[in-house]
């Protein structure tokens, strides 16, 4: 209740706000018809809330416009959700995904007041609501073409019986609704004939007779996932007759295999993507019966299967529109990748991420082939030297993303001729690779960089980070865990240099302070912060951060002994945006905590160690937090904490996760 009077609050804010605009003499707004003001509100996107919510407290036009001119809206948490129509007439996509708590009756309501214009409710980290709420939505809602009931595992065949009422339906997603089975399945593709997508990965009461049925009813279909359900080559027949289907993923489906997918007469023509990873009883000969006919196949992803052979290698010859291969930790042969080297092909994309096989040999050629590769990843191929490197920057000009974590072979002069010949790229990732500042100094010539990751560098310093912050101006993340040669100098070039950073981890580095964290404040966009285990950092650098960066979402703060209550404070009051936050050792009390709970979009927390938290406080702070989704604490609360209390949470959708880990030692 607490929570409606405070949104009833800001609405009159808004509006007095507004109102105290439009007092002023002589207002330029008052020229601007309704169609000028959605035009404008059309170039500030979505991206940025703080931008509309600006725009809308210009005066009561505007206030007024912007409500009505918005159709996509992500509630911060379920108490919202009676006073939103009000505000929002005219929502045609809601995402719910920072409301755990949704229950029929709040389901069906939003649909009453949203039933002429509702296409599109993610309901993917909401639980509570039944096949009742579901009803209701369906039955107000005429136009609904899109939903996402992604992990509502208390669904049955009840809630999949009303979906099956959305004639109009087109996007289905249902991963990991486990109690659906047949029965539900049959009756959505009795239903929902327009349907176009369907997800049901990890749907395991769900066999081949309901995947059957799918593929019989719903002609249109053009995606489809079955990862990970109990099917054979029994249901992939009816499938492959699919006219229209583009994406088939397969993921982890172990009653597909060779000897039954030999068996298929047809396959797909219109089948562009197809994932077997993890679909390890299939090798070349049920990968050849699968794509015979799938002439227009342009991405292929194998990762986590059978050994690339040169038999594979062979059947993939004739796709000639093939863009994208992902062969993630298979056993790859040297014959398999010489195959590779005469598809007719053009790749855009190669993953070999931790392929055991890949050698200087292999790789060369297969890059002297494929020059208009953009994205390549050959993380913990450790077998590869500069001669790799050589061939790839000298063939692949072109590189975008070029991910090589873990290289161990190759040497520091290698990735001189990545900034030498590479200037294209977007994202960089050598973590934990012999680097040093010379590398950073040459790596500062692709401007473009937006990714650069650099953790485990420990021969990086000051002096290389330098020119990255001077150079690559569009840089949005920066990952320097566990760099310890980095202070708080060469931070400050970052934040001046970088200001769209979004994204940046520091952790475990003892050189990193107050300081730090002052120069990254000047970084609006920043969203996650990681700085666990850096022992110098201090509330008084939190603070600023809170205070500079309104959209943080993510923050580590692990192992921050000084961090403390005002800190949560400066939370409390400057980041309304916060999700997630580890606090773990951190020299936080019940004040505090208390504090950080009126967060209303705040949804995981860990707490371990916090020694100055009391067992009532930290109860008040649970009871508090209403939109909590996960919470870590330690084991001994487990027993202190009355069960009734326990089930209450649990009851509002929060996940209680228990550890019993032994407090380390301090510094």
């Known amino acids: 209740m607490k929570k409606l009077k405070n949104m009833e609050g800001e609405e009159e804010e808004d509006a007095a706000a507004a109102a105290a605009a439009d007092d002023r003499p002589n207002n330029p707004f008052d020229a601007l018809t309704e169609e000028i003001i959605h035009l404008i509100l059309d170039r500030l996107g979505d991206d940025d809330p703080l931008a509309h919510k600006s725009f809308s407290l210009a005066c009561k036009s505007f206030l007024s416009a912007e409500s009505r001119h918005r159709r996509s809206l992500r509630p911060r948490c379920s108490d919202l959700l009676p006073l939103i129509p009000r505000r929002y007439p005219f929502i045609s996509r809601l995402d719910l995904s920072l409301c755990p708590r949704v229950d029929d009756e709040a389901l069906a309501a939003l649909a009453r007041s949203w039933s002429s214009t509702l296409r599109s409710v993610d309901l993917s980290r909401s639980r509570f609501f039944g096949h009742a709420g579901l009803s209701s939505l369906v039955a107000n809602c005429a136009g609904l073409v899109e939903v996402d009931l992604s992990n509502a595992t208390q669904l049955t065949d009840g809630a999949a019986k009303a979906i099956a009422e959305a004639k109009n339906l087109e996007r289905l997603r249902m991963g990991r609704c486990k109690l659906i089975t047949d029965m539900g399945v049959g009756c959505i593709a009795v239903g929902c004939r327009k349907l176009t997508l369907l997800c049901l990965k990890w749907c395991l009461r769900v066999s081949d007779l309901g995947v059957g049925l799918i593929a019989m009813k719903c002609a249109d279909m053009r995606s489809l996932d079955l990862s990970y359900l109990p099917i054979t080559e029994k249901s992939l027949q009816p499938v492959l007759k699919l006219?229209?289907?583009?994406?088939?993923?397969?993921?982890?489906?172990?009653?597909?295999?060779?000897?039954?997918?030999?068996t298929l007469k047809e396959s797909c023509p219109s089948l562009k993507v197809l994932n077997l990873s993890n679909c390890q009883n299939v090798s070349y000969v049920g990968l050849s019966s699968l794509t015979s006919e799938a002439q227009c196949l342009q991405q292929l992803i194998l990762s986590y299967g059978s050994p690339v052979t040169a038999d594979l290698g062979k059947s993939l010859h004739k796709f000639s529109g093939l863009q994208v291969v992902r062969l993630d930790a298979c056993m790859v042969t040297c014959s398999g990748m010489k195959e590779m080297v005469n598809w007719s092909a053009c790749l855009k994309e190669l993953s070999l991420s931790k392929c055991v096989g890949v050698t200087d040999d292999c790789l060369s050629l297969l890059v002297q082939t494929q020059r208009e590769l953009r994205k390549l990843d050959i993380t913990c191929c450790r077998k590869i030297t500069y001669a790799s490197i050589n061939s790839i920057t000298s063939s692949?000009?072109?590189?975008?993303?070029?991910?090589?974590?873990?290289?161990?072979?190759?040497?520091?002069?290698?990735?001189?001729?990545?900034?030498?010949?590479?200037?294209?790229?977007?994202e960089l990732d050598l973590t934990d690779n012999d680097i040093d500042d010379e590398v950073l100094m040459s790596i500062s010539r692709?401007?473009?960089?937006?990714?650069?990751?650099?953790?485990?560098?420990?021969k990086v310093t000051d002096d290389g980070l330098k020119h990255i912050g001077r150079h690559c101006l569009s840089l949005t993340e920066l990952d320097l865990y566990r760099s310890m040669g980095i202070t708080d100098a060469s931070i400050a070039e970052i934040a001046l240099g970088c200001p769209a950073l979004e994204m940046i981890n520091m952790a475990y580095n003892e050189n990193v302070t107050d300081a730090a964290l002052i120069s990254l404040s000047k970084c609006p966009r920043l969203k996650a912060l990681e700085i666990r285990g850096c022992p110098y950092v201090s509330s008084i650098g939190l603070s600023a951060i809170a205070r500079g960066c309104r959209r943080l979402t993510l923050l580590d703060i692990k192992k921050c002994y000084n961090i403390n209550d005002n800190g949560m404070l400066s939370l409390a009051q400057f980041s309304p945006n916060l999700r997630q936050i580890n606090l773990s050792y951190c020299s936080v009390t019940d004040v505090g905590l208390l504090a950080l709970a009126s967060i209303n979009c705040l949804q995981i927390m860990t707490i371990l160690h916090v020694a100055g938290l009391t067992q009532s406080g930290l109860a008040a702070a649970l009871l508090a937090c209403r939109c909590l989704l996960k919470v870590k604490l330690h084991m001994s609360f487990k027993s202190s904490f009355p069960e009734s209390l326990i089930s209450y949470i649990e009851a509002r959708g929060c996940v209680f996760q228990w550890r019993d880990k032994v407090r380390q030692s301090g510094r």
């Not at 289907?245 to 997918?261: A, F, N, Q, T």
């Not at 072979?409 to 010949?421: H, K, W």
């Not at 937006?450 to 420990?458: F, S, V, Y």
Request: proline letters at 2%; one cysteine or more; a negative charge.
């Open 243 to 262: 006219r229209n289907l583009e994406e088939l993923i397969l993921e982890g489906c172990p009653g597909v295999h060779d000897d039954g997918l030999a």
């Open 396 to 426: 692949c000009s072109s590189l975008c993303s070029l991910r090589m974590e873990l290289c161990t072979l190759v040497s520091t002069d290698a990735y001189l001729l990545i900034g030498q010949r590479c200037q294209n790229l977007e």
């Open 446 to 458: 692709c401007s473009k960089l937006r990714i650069l990751k650099l953790g485990i560098c420990l």
